[in-house]
């Protein structure tokens, strides 16, 4: 079993910043393909950045540019640094193993229990 927790998330203003982080239990799982998704209230949920193997990452469009993914293996951590913050990203933000290389993002069976990001 892999536990994920995130935190990070709360409050900021338009154009702020905020850096979520997403703890994995297992050492042995930080380098499998990672992602975060999010849910806003009446919308369905997106994938918003996935991390593969290699490291290298791929961000939905609404979010290129402003948005960064990132994992620290020696911490056990994965990421999501998000500057420029408008309020079109509140949303509830989950941490989630993905299946490699797709696009969108599928989980891959392990999900956190979600941050709230509220940007006004």
């Known amino acids: 079993q892999v536990q994920l927790v995130e935190s990070g998330g709360g409050s900021v203003q338009a154009g702020g910043s905020l850096r979520l982080s997403c703890v994995v239990s297992?050492?042995?799982?930080?380098?499998?393909?990672m992602g975060w998704f999010r849910q806003a209230p009446g919308k369905e949920r997106e994938g918003v950045a996935g991390?593969?193997?290699?490291?290298?990452?791929k961000f939905a469009d609404s979010v290129k540019g402003r948005f960064a993914i990132s994992r620290a293996s020696t911490r056990n951590t994965v990421y999501l640094q998000m500057n420029s913050l408008k309020p079109e990203d509140t949303a509830m933000y989950y941490c989630?193993?993905?299946?490699?290389?797709?696009?969108?993002?599928?989980?891959?069976?392990?999900w956190g229990q979600g941050t709230q990001v509220t940007v006004s």
């Open positions: 991390i593969r193997r290699d490291g290298s990452a």
């Open positions: 989630a193993s993905v299946i490699c290389d797709n696009w969108p993002l599928v989980d891959s069976g392990y």
């Open positions: 297992r050492f042995t799982y930080i380098n499998n393909c």
